[in-house]
């Protein structure tokens, strides 16, 4: 992710298994409150990672987007903390 992807909806369009990886604040000050939409476009299922230092809270500690055209949401809620909402599965 990249400080322009604020407040955009970010399409992945990939065959295969991907990943999202969320940067550490000290990489990209992503102000808190920052919302990035993401929508898996491809049949490769997405997965949201955090890099070492980043927590990422869920429901359930479900970080996968479910299928093809699911969408979900981070939400920057502190300086390393994100929280990650939407159509995710474990």
Same mark, same amino acid.
């Given at each position: 992710?990249? $400080? *322009? /992807? #604020? ?8 065959? *295969?298994?991907?990943?999202? @990886?969320?940067? +550490?604040? *000290? ?6 409150? =920052? ?13 949201? !990672? ?7 809270? *869920? ?5 996968? $987007?479910?299928?093809?055209?699911? @969408?979900?949401? +981070?939400?920057?809620?502190? @300086? /390393?903390?994100? #929280?990650?909402?939407?159509?995710? !599965? =474990?």
């Amino acid at each position: 992710l990249v $400080l *322009s /992807d #604020v407040g955009k909806v970010i399409p992945i369009s990939n065959a *295969s298994a991907n990943t999202v @990886t969320v940067p +550490l604040n *000290s990489s990209v000050a992503f102000p808190v409150g =920052s919302v990035v939409t993401l929508i898996q476009t491809g049949a490769g299922q997405t997965t949201i !990672v955090a890099t070492s230092g980043v927590t990422i809270q *869920s429901e359930s500690s479900k970080l996968k $987007l479910k299928a093809q055209y699911a @969408t979900a949401g +981070l939400l920057k809620t502190a @300086t /390393d903390t994100w #929280v990650a909402f939407g159509n995710l !599965v =474990s």
